[in-house]
């Protein structure tokens, strides 16, 4: 395979993924995620959608580089792969936690996992390939984000 081919292969992977946990956020955005209290930073549900789009996409640009350094560097880049197999694993587990199960105390338990493991992602990609992991950073930010806005909901409802 070749890099684009990779690269591909990984952008409609995450996408998907997001896809299919989103179906989980979907009808819970209408139905109990308006009865919570929110804090005041809490974004409009509109922007989500488009930013998890955009990370999904640089996650799957971000893996597929590392990928394409497989055969000169098989066990980093294996190594590498496994951590972004388990962040993205969390990322989707994440969803059901707080939407599919009504539970921000648990997804805010989760979430800090998830957010470890999104670091060491980045750690491992940045050693393969630097534009890796700086692809990483916004989700890192962003999830960073989310873990604060979790907590807070967590919070303000328990």
Excluded at 54 to 78: F, H, N, P, Q, S
Aim: glycine share 6%; aromatic share 18%.
């Amino acid at each position: 395979m070749n890099k684009i081919t990779r690269i591909l292969a990984v952008v409609v992977t995450c996408l998907a993924i997001g896809y299919f946990s989103g179906t989980v956020t979907r009808s819970a955005i209408t139905t109990w995620y308006p009865t919570l209290i929110k804090p005041s930073f809490n974004p409009p549900n509109w922007i989500f959608a488009p930013v998890w789009s955009m990370l999904y996409v640089m996650m799957g640009v971000a893996a597929g580089l590392v990928w394409d350094r497989i055969e000169t560097e098989k066990e980093v880049v294996k190594k590498a792969l496994v951590f972004f197999a388990i962040q993205l694993a969390l990322n989707a587990l994440w969803s059901y936690l707080f939407f599919g199960l009504h539970n921000p105390m648990l997804a805010g338990l989760e979430i800090i996992i998830l957010w470890l493991m999104i670091f060491e992602t980045y750690i491992q990609f940045s050693k393969i390939n630097k534009i890796a992991g700086y692809l990483f950073i916004p989700y890192l930010a962003w999830v960073s984000f989310a873990a604060v806005l979790n907590g807070s909901i967590w919070w303000l409802n328990r």
